[in-house]
């Protein structure tokens, strides 16, 4: 018998929903790609692309992509 999927349950503020559209806003973008070792995480920020060096697993990836929309959102929604 396989084995079950652990779910994962990440509580998500009103805060990071504001950070994510902000960042959708403003054409930067924070997702998740598959690779054959994990999941690495890329940054689209005006068409300027950075993916991590570091490899994560399912909820490391999802942590780390909201942390990234409040870093991105609480570094620039004064300037623009």
């Known amino acids: 018998m396989p084995k079950k999927k652990k779910k994962i349950r990440i ?6 929903r504001k950070a994510m559209q902000w960042c959708l806003n403003n054409n930067i ?14 940054i689209n920020d005006n ?5 991590s ?6 909820e490391e990836a999802q942590r780390k992509c909201w942390e990234l929309y409040l870093y991105f ?5 004064e300037i623009k």
């Open 47 to 51: 068409g300027k692309t950075k993916k």
């Open 53 to 58: 060096p570091k490899i994560y697993d399912q």
């Open 73 to 77: 959102y609480d570094k620039h929604w």
């Open 29 to 42: 973008t924070v997702g998740i790609l598959p690779t054959t070792k994990g999941l690495k995480i890329e």
């Open 11 to 16: 509580t998500v503020s009103d805060k990071h």
